[in-house]
């Protein structure tokens, strides 16, 4: 069974500009989260999508937003870059039903740098 | 809401060593207990979870960790370690109604031979 897969990998983008990553989860999985890892802040959740509506938001600005699409593929949306916004951008699949069903799994993540 | 705090930032230890990986959390509420790794410019890997039943867990790579309800801890071991356990590892918590994970700051381990 494949993996949790992001891409692109890599990005590089100056300030002001907008960006778009993608997640691909696990086939059979209706729930897709998204976290931001930075070394000052740690990881941080930023939303959870589930069957194409957000069941669960962190604490980020509007510029922040996601979407979730029929497949279960999620997009994840920033826009403004602000320096602040580099950091690794992991996505996490899981079968989203509850309980022991919440176990989520990693995909490698998007290194963003904002220049 | 629950809080995860991991004790150590650092842990540097000796191949072939034990070592032990602290973490503490605060909740209300029934939770389940997760242990991730992440090696460099990678993505996390689940090493163990407590769901429920037996308080010790054991996961993959030799590693296990014991739940103590009493004192809001889940501890991680490993007997002996290799240079390859080289990582950063993170504790996190969810509730058992909740869809989020809530991690702990993460312990860098330095394995030395």
């Known amino acids: 069974k494949a993996g949790v897969t992001q891409t692109p990998r890599y990005l590089i983008k100056t300030r002001g500009q907008q960006v778009t990553l993608s997640c691909s989860p696990i086939?059979?999985?209706?729930?897709v989260s998204w976290y931001q890892q930075t070394p000052g802040q740690g990881l941080q959740f930023l939303f959870e999508?589930?069957?194409?509506?957000?069941?669960n938001k962190g604490n980020f600005p509007g510029r922040f937003s996601g979407r979730q699409f029929s497949n279960s593929r999620s997009e994840m949306n920033v826009s403004t870059l602000e320096l602040g916004d580099s950091a690794l951008y992991l996505c996490?699949?899981?079968f989203g039903a509850g309980g022991l069903y919440n176990e989520q799994f990693f995909g490698p993540g998007t290194r963003l740098t904002v220049l | 809401a629950q809080s995860v705090t991991q004790l150590d930032s650092q842990v540097p230890v000796f191949e072939e060593a034990p070592v032990e990986l602290r973490c503490n959390y605060s909740?209300?509420?029934?939770?389940?207990l997760f242990w991730y790794v992440q090696y460099p410019n990678q993505g996390l890997q689940l090493l163990l979870k407590y769901l429920s039943g037996s308080t010790l867990v054991k996961g993959i790579n030799g590693f296990e960790a014991e739940f103590n309800k009493s004192q809001t801890s889940f501890h991680l071991r490993k007997p002996s370690v290799h240079i390859s356990d080289t990582a950063e590892y993170f504790c996190?918590?969810?509730?058992?109604?909740?869809?989020?994970?809530?991690f702990g700051a993460g312990t860098t381990v330095t394995v030395r031979a």
């Open positions: 909740s209300s509420v029934s939770v389940y």
């Open positions: 996190a918590v969810t509730r058992s109604n909740d869809y989020k994970l809530s």
């Open positions: 086939s059979g999985h209706r729930s």
């Open positions: 996490a699949s899981s």
């Open positions: 999508y589930f069957s194409e509506t957000q069941r």
